[in-house]
């Protein structure tokens, strides 16, 4: 077999086990069903790397998390012990997960992970990576890095000419978020140790837990769609699935990982949810999806709404993100809000080749549909049409 993809379970972004261990502590019994898609067409049909994905998913499910994974882990403040517990006997198994070529699309795959939530939902890091990694081996390596390595170095000379601009009010600040889309592993840990070393004070951390813990970085995440998405089918009216997601991560968190996601159903839905208990309670919100301009306009003014001062509330950009967007974003609410930005491909795969739009969403939970609607069209997923028109009826969305 090929080099090893994953080579450690820390490889994944933070947010799988904040959610996971949410998941452990209220809702352990949890089935559930996730789907691959990819938004774009690829280069190379993917159907043709089947047999090296699924030897790759055979070398995952061997692993298990080390005992210095778990002590890093264990420091966290946010993170339990007896979900540290849980980890040291963690294993994937294999039979949640299958990969096969859709009868729809002889070049495309069909992934499906279906099993226990708390031991499907580490899969999706981990299976992105692999996917990506085992198409881009098709690339010329040495072209690839070098392309790879010249835009990395403008993008630090970026960096230095915005320096000289003069000082806001609030910091610029973004993160590593490109652990599912990179071009492998190696150039992505290149690319996090040529920023922390290079691109300070800037630079802040990454997503990822493993090279957090080797380049003493923070390390960056909350949520994620799946998690709201559960609530969706977790026993209580429809209409309340967004608070009760919300007041179950209050309460798992006391005050940590205050940064809440907005799209599930849409920015304007989340914010009617959002009422002053929750603004008061979460520190920030996190953009994903639809006009970033106008979400953060809408933000700022739900704030102001709620008698909140912006300024003492984060706006999180995570979208499509490069550096000169990233700017931009920062200077239109320079002195209003401290924001901070989440960049994910333009870091971990700009190397060349057009990169894969791929993603593995939640469809089923506890064997009913969920969906995720999102603001922009396109990045919506959910398999049960009967189901996405409920949810649009219920949520009043276009």
């Not at 098709?138 to 403008?154: K, Y």
């Not at 179950?248 to 839905?269: F, K, P, Q, S």
């Not at 401290?338 to 080749?353: E, K, M, Q, V």
Request: some cysteine.
């Amino acid at each position: 077999m090929a080099v090893p993809v994953i080579v450690s379970l820390l490889d994944t972004d933070l947010y799988k086990f904040t959610m996971m261990q949410e998941i452990l502590h209220h809702q352990p019994e949890t089935q559930a069903e996730y789907g691959f898609k990819c938004r774009n067409v690829p280069d190379v049909p993917l159907a043709g790397f089947i047999a090296e994905i699924d030897a790759q998913l055979d070398q995952l499910c061997a692993l298990r998390f080390a005992e210095d994974e778990l002590a890093y882990l264990g420091g966290l403040r946010f993170i339990k012990s007896d979900f540290i517990d849980f980890l040291r006997l963690f294993q994937l198994q294999r039979h949640f997960i299958t990969v096969s070529v859709p009868a729809s699309d002889p070049d495309d795959i069909a992934i499906t992970i279906k099993g226990p939530m708390l031991h499907c939902m580490l899969f999706e890091i981990y299976t992105l990576a692999i996917v990506n990694e085992v198409y881009f081996r098709h690339v010329d390596p040495a072209a690839a890095l070098a392309t790879g390595r010249e835009r990395l170095t403008a993008k630090l000379a970026l960096l230095r000419e915005f320096a000289a601009e003069p000082a806001q009010c609030f910091p610029f600040i973004f993160y590593d978020f490109g652990t599912r889309r990179r071009f492998s592993r190696a150039w992505h840990e290149e690319v996090v140790a040529t920023l922390a070393r290079e691109a300070q004070p800037y630079f802040r951390g990454t997503s990822n837990v493993l090279l957090a813990m080797r380049h003493g970085l923070v390390p960056i995440g909350t949520m994620a769609h799946e998690y709201l998405q559960a609530f969706q089918a977790f026993g209580s009216r429809l209409r309340d699935f967004q608070r009760n997601a919300l007041e179950h991560w209050v309460h798992e968190y006391r005050g940590d990982l205050g940064i809440a996601l907005t799209d599930v159903v849409g920015t304007d839905a989340f914010l009617r949810d959002f009422d002053l208990y929750f603004c008061k309670l979460f520190d920030g919100l996190r953009h994903d999806s639809g006009d970033p301009y106008a979400w953060g306009e809408k933000a700022l003014a739900h704030y102001r709404k709620m008698k909140i001062d912006p300024s003492a509330k984060q706006l999180v950009f995570s979208d499509g993100l490069d550096l000169p967007r990233a700017f931009a974003l920062y200077r239109h609410f320079a002195g209003r809000a401290p924001t901070s930005f989440g960049i994910g491909t333009d870091l971990s795969n700009d190397c060349g080749a057009m990169p894969l739009q791929i993603v593995i969403k939640l469809l089923y939970c506890n064997g009913q549909p969920v969906a995720k609607v999102s603001d922009s069209p396109g990045k919506g997923m959910c398999e049960d049409v009967n189901f996405l028109n409920y949810l649009g009826d219920v949520f009043a969305l276009p």
